[in-house]
């Protein structure tokens, strides 16, 4: 048995060449995208979208960064469960990887 529910992917970076790089990236039939530009947007789009299966998450932003962003979906009882990959251009130095994942990160990806 099949199922023909899309995987909801919540892409959110401050600049919006990256957003539409990760979609375009991503794009399949199987999946719908929704963008957020800020960690506000996306707190509030996930607040929402019941049915956000993925979060893809720059860690620097103005503002709010990804990791704060990250903090607060966790500490949400209704988005603790969503996977969250950072996606990020700072080091690759452990100590950033490991702020990550004791953040709820499930994988931490690096850009060019």
């Known amino acids: 048995m099949t199922s023909n529910k899309k ?11 990256n957003l539409h790089t990760l979609e375009e990236m991503l794009q399949s039939e199987s999946r719908t995208f929704l963008k957020a530009t800020s960690g506000v947007e996306a707190l ?6 019941n049915d956000i299966g993925l979060i893809l998450l720059d860690v620097q932003m103005p503002d709010m ?22 996606v990020t251009a700072i080091s690759k130095e452990e100590k950033f990887i490991l702020k990550g994942f004791s953040k709820g990160a499930v994988d931490y990806l690096s850009k060019p």
Do not use: R, W
Not at 7 to 17: G, K
Not at 66 to 71: C, H, I, P
């Open 7 to 17: 995987l909801t992917i919540l892409l959110v970076d401050d600049i919006p060449a």
């Open 44 to 49: 509030q789009m996930v607040l929402q979208n």
């Open 65 to 86: 960064d990804g990791f704060e962003v990250a903090q607060h979906l966790k500490s949400y009882k209704a988005s603790s469960l969503i996977p969250i990959i950072f």
